[in-house]
Nanobody, 127 residues
Framework: QVQLVESGGGLVQAGDSLTLSCAAS????????MGWFRQAPGMERELVAG????????YYADSVKGRFTISRYNAKNTVSLQMDSLKPEDTAVYYC????????????????????WGQGTQVTVSS
């Protein structure tokens, strides 16, 4: 079992930057690929960024590529999402998630069936 707690959300203006953090506890953090999802009202939850267990392989949705950066710090059991050049359409509740994988799995996990989820943090971008 992995417990995840997000922080760092808030209200910002278009063009601003914001960094979300996710603290993990429980099982060995480095065993899990991590992802950041978001869900806007009336929309499905979408994967915006993912990172592999070692932190070197990343995935980004086209909508955030070049603006968001996912990073993980295994020694501190944390994963972050640096969000730059924010747009009103980035407004959503953001969730971090962890995926159980087999030992040989080396990539970022790009599907949506993650196993553990945080409670979410609201990001609102005003125009």
């Amino acid at each position: 079992q992995v417990q995840l707690v997000e922080s760092g959300g808030g209200l910002v203006q278009a063009g601003d930057s914001l960094t979300l953090s996710c603290a993990a506890s429980g099982r060995t953090f480095s065993d899990y690929p991590m992802g950041w999802f978001r869900q806007a009202p009336g929309m499905e939850r979408e994967l915006v960024a993912g990172v592999n267990r070692g932190g070197r392989i990343t995935y980004y949705a086209d909508s955030v590529k070049g603006r968001f950066t996912i990073s993980r710090y295994n020694a501190k059991n944390t994963v972050s999402l640096q969000m730059d050049s924010l747009k009103p359409e980035d407004t959503a509740v953001y969730y971090c998630a962890a995926k159980r994988v087999l030992p040989f799995y080396s990539g970022a996990y790009t599907r949506t069936d993650y196993d553990y989820w945080g409670q979410g943090t609201q990001v609102t971008v005003s125009s």
